[in-house]
């Protein structure tokens, strides 16, 4: 872990600039009627979940270049994940991948993540790769697969994350499938979403109390021609045919170039069907690049849609917040510790919108001014509201730079040599 007073030292050095800022946009917003200490207040609300599947060095088929120290298996993840947690103050929950990151054992895990102040959020199921010893393949799908029996298979899977997740305390599970085709006449395109969709009422039949069900679209890959869930439109229809406990989850790489993903935000939430997130951000395709750092402008926009339906829904509005982003040249911990502070800002700034003038504007088809009222926002210096407010639950002014000072990555890198991994003493 990060001692406390390394954290300090390292706000120690950034106090007086950052006094200074947050004075000066204090004056700032009071002139626009807001409230500098209400904004820190909504800010410090703000919560991320963190993939397991994040924390080690990505790859591409191309090759993967693992770093020091990484973590070796669940249980060093989970110290990560709450190193984040501890310098952002807004990443309390880490959503596991099965079986990539399944616990040997669950009760030991959910001990070792008490001990570090975690919890889990959606758990996710995987039946787009084989596993050694599996029956039946998943080549040709699995929840869509023309073989009842490869179905039966993946539903039982999924059967499993589910009480899997129920022993963690995960209260939903994110289903994304690789079915689909390469070629045209491959498959059966009504067919295979309607096998999929079967498939996913036998699992939201079985769907504990209190759980939800997150269908997550994607246009391609690995599949090439056709994706079963390939947009908005077909996650949103398998979640109204599902039920109101099924949703859309919405990954903001798996949208074809150019698409206006903020609208498909607004969308899914008059549908009333906008489960949650799984933030990057993406230059060509499902790049899992670190949110907000190709299209930070996108991301306001898209928490300009969150905060505008959160005022008029009120608490009920509660879409699921996770990161799902893949780290091949950065070290994860301080590309995890980007992506919150990029969440943060953008939040910030969605915060600072003066709804009722753009109303106006919008009313009056004053295209300038309605666009001016979102750009004085977004072009608003929040990073001193964001600091504070990390402040306030004693984190980090600079995650980044805390991080980098404290020496974590060669510490571990130090313990974390090959051999086995020795769990603490406590557990
Ligand atoms: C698919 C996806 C999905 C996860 C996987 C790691 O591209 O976004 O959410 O299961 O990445
Ligand atoms: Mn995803």
């Not at 209400?38 to 770093?67: D, H, M």
């Not at 769907?207 to 246009?219: A, M, R």
């Not at 607004?266 to 489960?275: D, S």
């Not at 995650?399 to 060669?410: C, E, I, K, L």
């Amino acid at each position: 872990m990060i001692e406390s007073e390394r954290i300090q030292q390292s706000n120690e050095a950034r106090r007086a600039a950052h006094r200074q800022d947050a004075e000066h946009l204090r004056t700032r917003l009071a002139e626009r009627k807001l409230d500098f200490e209400q904004v820190v207040e909504q800010i410090r609300t703000f919560e991320v979940a963190i993939p397991s599947w994040a924390l080690g060095t990505g790859g591409t088929r191309f090759g993967r270049f693992p770093g020091p120290g990484e973590p070796r298996d669940i249980y060093e993840k989970m110290e990560d994940v709450s190193v984040v947690n501890r310098l952002t103050g807004a990443a309390p929950r880490v959503s596991l991948h099965v079986p990539w990151d399944e616990p040997d054992d669950a009760q030991a895990l959910v001990k070792h993540a008490g001990q570090l102040g975690l919890g889990f959020d959606a758990v996710n199921s995987n039946t787009f790769q084989d596993q050694t010893g599996q029956a039946l393949s998943y080549k040709f799908g699995s929840l869509g697969h023309t073989d009842a029996a490869v179905r039966e298979q993946a539903i039982a899977h999924n059967l499993h994350v589910i009480e899997l997740g129920q022993r963690l305390g995960s209260s939903a599970i994110t289903i994304w499938l690789a079915d689909g085709s390469n070629y045209p006449g491959q498959t059966h395109f009504r067919r295979s979403f309607e096998r999929v969709l079967a498939s996913l009422q036998t699992i939201y039949a079985h769907l504990p109390d209190g759980w939800q069900l997150f269908t997550e679209h994607k246009p391609y890959e690995p599949a090439f021609y056709s994706t079963v869930v390939q947009d908005w439109g077909s996650s949103l229809m398998l979640a109204q045919a599902l039920g109101e406990r099924a949703s859309c989850l919405v990954d903001l790489g798996h949208h074809l170039p150019n698409t206006n993903v903020e609208m498909v935000v607004a969308r899914l939430i008059t549908a009333g069907k906008l489960g949650g997130f799984h933030f990057n951000d993406s230059k060509y395709g499902d790049d899992d690049l670190t949110t907000g750092s190709i299209r930070p402008y996108q991301l306001f926009l898209i928490f300009n849609e969150l905060v505008d339906a959160g005022l008029e829904l009120g608490a009920a509005f509660k879409p699921a917040y996770m990161i799902d982003q893949s780290h091949n040249l950065k070290d994860p911990i301080e590309a995890l510790l980007q992506s919150v502070v990029a969440l943060q800002n953008g939040y910030a700034r969605a915060l600072l919108v003066d709804r009722a003038r753009l109303a106006e504007y919008q009313e009056a088809n004053d295209v300038i001014m309605a666009e001016r009222v979102l750009t004085e926002a977004y072009e608003t210096d929040v990073r001193s509201l964001t600091a504070e407010a990390r402040l306030r639950g004693n984190g980090a002014l600079d995650p980044t730079g805390a991080f980098r000072d404290s020496g974590y990555r060669n510490g571990v890198a130090r313990v974390r040599t090959a051999s086995a991994y020795v769990p603490p003493k406590s557990l």
